[in-house]
């Protein structure tokens, strides 16, 4: 017998699938080289997987304790110690997550009350404006401006009021590639104190920095550690975006709140994922101190293959995106961004991700994708082949 569907009256109507899953499964359909979800192609340091392969025999299969590994909590510790100068308690001030993605969730459904305003920055990562829809939170987008997409501070001064509950930040920027500068976070820092927000400060990029840049931790600014959350995770220093694993640092009335909604969202993160990464961390062998070099050279490597081919690349001074301007290129100069990325993952046999979907309001006659260069230097040579074949294609009458 057949029976009708169940009507169902959606919390997200206007929200298909992210376009990091979208854009994976039609790089897998059209065999293309996969430019697009940000992961690395490569494996992450053996020293880590031997470890995990010592603490799976280790009798860590029950739960952690729910805030995370004790041990891992102080290897965290230690690390913003060692690039912030910040010390932080990491019994009352750090929450292991399964992933950055809960944790903005879970900072987002902890303070955000239905009615309350979240500034986002667009473009913006796609997980941010959906925590707030759930939450009831009422999304505040402003754009990004310049060629290194910096906060515009006026613009920000006209959208902040006693209604913003949250703003969020992130820097190193995905997709753009920029990084947040210490007055824009001083003046964020002054906005917070006046109107009484918070502030998600999302630095998962924070090891992939190039030219010489530091990364400034919102962490770093006196003035905001109070109101801050700052999230970072081990899928990107570690080259395993799949362990899910990354944390939380908040004062500890910011962090009681936040551990009330992980507790029921995830409860725990995976012991012997977490017991490898605190051992790593205990000796990285100069892992994370190289990374910025190790993907400076792959952006550099990525560019040089790249303009050739008529791309115009933005600055990229962190993560490993790199965003690329087609309007001089006659083949694809005519295309929408989402049109462009379909066309290059189905014909060309290379996907990357428009960046209109990163906009609530996408800028009219913005041409410009995202490229993930986190892969090794053949599959990015083979990548810039199938595009330089193509494109010398379609030049041809
Ligand atoms: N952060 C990754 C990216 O920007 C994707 C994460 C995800 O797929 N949820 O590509």
Redesign the pocket.
Known sequence: MNQAEASVSSKLPELGT?I??VMSKMAQDFGAINLS???PDFEPPERLLEAFRQRLSGGHHQYPPMHGVAALRTQIQKKLERFYQVTVDSETEITVTSGA?EAIFVTVQALVHPGDEVVIFDPA?D?YAPAVALAGGIAKHLQLTGPHFEVDETALEQVVSSRTRLLIINSPH??CGGLINRETLEHIAALANRFDFYVLSDEVYEHMVFDGHRHVSAIEIPALRRRTLMISSFGKTFHATGWKVAYCVAPPNLTIEFRKVHQFVTFTTHTPCQWAIADFLANDGGHIADLSKFYERKRDLFNALLSPLGFQLLPSQGTYFQLADYSRIPALAGLTDTACANTLTQDYGVAA?PISVFYKTPPKNQRLIRF?FAKDDETLKLAAERLALRLKDKATP
């Open positions: 992210t990091f899953t979800q940000g992961f993605t990562f997980a995905n997709p991700i993930c």
